[in-house]
């Protein structure tokens, strides 16, 4: 049973930086390929980042340049660097791992942290 911790959500104000981190207590972390999604109000769940368990990334077209994924293996955990922060980047953020033959959808999911950003 894998159970996905997310912190380090919070308030800030635009131009600023945040650094999300989920923790993965399953025994399989280094063989997951994990995501961050994010949901804002009204809208649908979005892929922002991944990275594959030999460490490729990839990130949507709206935080390229902004927002780096990363992972510890020795850790469990995998994190999130937000920088240059928007009023759009205000969503619950969720942290996903899919085993090697899932889709993300279909994997294990976070409850959420929380990201508001102010103008």
């Known amino acids: 049973q894998v159970q996905l911790v997310e912190s380090g959500g919070g308030l800030v104000q635009a131009g600023e930086s945040l650094k999300l981190s989920c923790v993965d207590s399953g025994s399989h972390f280094s063989t997951n390929a994990m995501a961050w999604y994010r949901q804002a109000p009204g809208s649908q769940r979005d892929r922002v980042a991944d990275?594959?368990?030999?460490?490729?990334?990839w990130y949507a077209d709206s935080v390229k340049g902004r927002f780096a994924i990363s992972r510890d293996n020795a850790r469990s955990t995998v994190y999130l660097q937000m920088n240059s922060l928007k009023p759009e980047d205000t969503a619950v953020y969720y942290c996903?791992?899919?085993?090697?033959?899932?889709?993300?959808?279909?994997?294990?999911w976070g409850q959420g942290t929380q990201v508001t950003v102010s103008s």
């Open positions: 996903v791992a899919a085993r090697p033959w899932q889709q993300f959808a279909g994997g294990s």
């Open positions: 990275i594959s368990r030999d460490g490729r990334t």
